[in-house]
């Protein structure tokens, strides 16, 4: 690994545990996705109303919601840390870092107003 602060990819720090954590997170409500909308729920039974009922309830749309959250960073700082690696450094470093960071925030801000607009608060 390069000589410098750690990446995700190497023990120690926060956001090597934040990886980890993140990491966990994902898989579990993976599974509850899958469950839910592909054994539960068919194909031909998602619709858009559906989907809007599910999204009213506090639990649901709290569980979507930290799904998104934790899928950005998780992803950001998975793709961020793997350029890392590369051997990315200086200026592109800083460029990649703050380019990902805006798309990361634009991502969550975008999927929380469809979410929004999903259980009804905004209209």
């Known amino acids: ?22 990491a966990a997170f994902l898989v579990v ?20 109303m559906g989907t809007q009922t599910r999204m009213q309830d506090v639990g649901y749309f709290a569980t979507m919601w930290l799904f998104l959250v934790t899928a950005t960073f998780h992803g950001v700082n998975g793709v961020y840390n793997a350029l ?24 969550v801000a975008q999927g929380t107003r ?5 259980n009804g608060f905004l209209a």
């Open 1 to 22: 690994m390069s000589a410098g602060a750690p990446t995700s990819f190497e023990r120690g720090g926060r956001m090597w545990l934040l990886q980890r954590v993140t």
């Open 114 to 118: 469809v979410a929004l607009y999903m």
């Open 84 to 107: 890392v690696n590369q051997g990315i450094s200086g200026t592109p470093k800083t460029a990649v870092k703050v380019i990902l960071g805006l798309a990361g925030l634009l991502l």
């Open 29 to 48: 409500v993976l599974a509850f996705h899958f469950f839910l909308l592909h054994f539960y729920h068919h194909a031909f039974e998602i619709t858009l």
